[in-house]
Structures are given as structure tokens and as C-alpha cells.
């Protein structure tokens, strides 16, 4: 059974930092894409950073440079570390892991509520 489990989510000041992890338990496919979405107040789920499995990463334009997704295939875990942190990030955090072999790009921009593994989320709140 695929469990994905994530932490690290809080409430900040503008301008600060968060790093949110994500634990991935029975998840074995060697070709595949995992990412992070999330979902504001009141919109739609958006994609905000991928990885795949050849180590590509794709990100939203509203977080490049400031977001850095990365992975720990040792540990099974998957990483956003969030600087620069702005009121308009605000929003409940998803981790999903998806068996797709199409690559991170399209994961990010087609997978946003269709991607096979989701974890329940995590918060992150940005104060001005």
C-alpha cells in the first residue's frame, strides 16, 4: 500500500522560510514523477514544483527561484524547500507521486487532481 505522508507546514512572516518533506512508504515504480501541489483559499489546485524519475525538475512560474524541490530515493522522502515566502503562497500543500513516464513538466501541468498517490496535505500560512 502507497502511503505518502507530509510535515513541515506552519505560519510565517513574509519573506520567510519553510521546508516541507514528504514521507513515501510502498511506492517501488522506477519510472515515475512526484510533486507538490497546492490548493489556496477558495481556488483551484495548482502544480507548484515536480521531480521524475531522471532527475528533472519543473516548477510554476510563481515560484521559480524562490522554491527548490528535491528527493531522497534512499529514504523515500520528498523535499520543498519554500524561501521568500509571500501572502500569496498561502495554501494547503500536497505531495503526490504519480507512475506516469511522461516526465515532470506534464505531471505538474496535467496531474493536478488526477495523479495516482496523494497525501492528505500539509498548511502553510504567509502574514504580510
Known amino acids: 500500500q502507497v502511503k505518502l505522508v507530509e510535515s513541515g507546514g506552519g505560519s510565517v512572516q513574509s519573506g520567510g522560510s519553510l521546508r516541507l518533506s514528504c514521507r513515501i512508504s510502498?511506492?517501488?515504480?522506477?519510472?515515475?514523477?512526484m510533486g507538490w501541489f497546492r490548493q489556496p483559499p477558495g481556488k483551484e489546485r495548482e502544480g507548484v514544483a515536480a521531480?521524475?524519475?531522471?532527475?528533472?525538475?519543473s516548477y510554476a512560474d510563481s515560484v521559480k527561484g524562490r522554491f527548490t524541490i528535491s528527493q531522497d530515493n534512499a529514504n523515500q522522502a520528498l523535499y520543498l524547500q519554500m524561501n521568500s515566502l509571500q501572502p500569496e503562497d498561502t495554501a494547503m500543500y500536497y505531495c503526490?507521486?504519480?507512475?506516469?513516464?511522461?516526465?515532470?513538466?506534464?505531471?505538474?501541468?496535467?496531474?493536478?487532481?488526477?495523479?495516482?498517490?496523494w497525501g492528505h496535505g500539509t498548511q502553510v500560512t504567509v502574514s504580510s
Open positions: 510502498g511506492f517501488t515504480d522506477t519510472t515515475y514523477s
Open positions: 503526490a507521486a504519480d507512475r506516469s513516464p511522461w516526465g515532470a513538466t506534464w505531471f505538474l501541468t496535467y496531474r493536478q487532481r488526477l495523479a495516482d498517490y
Open positions: 521531480i521524475d524519475h531522471e532527475g528533472t525538475t
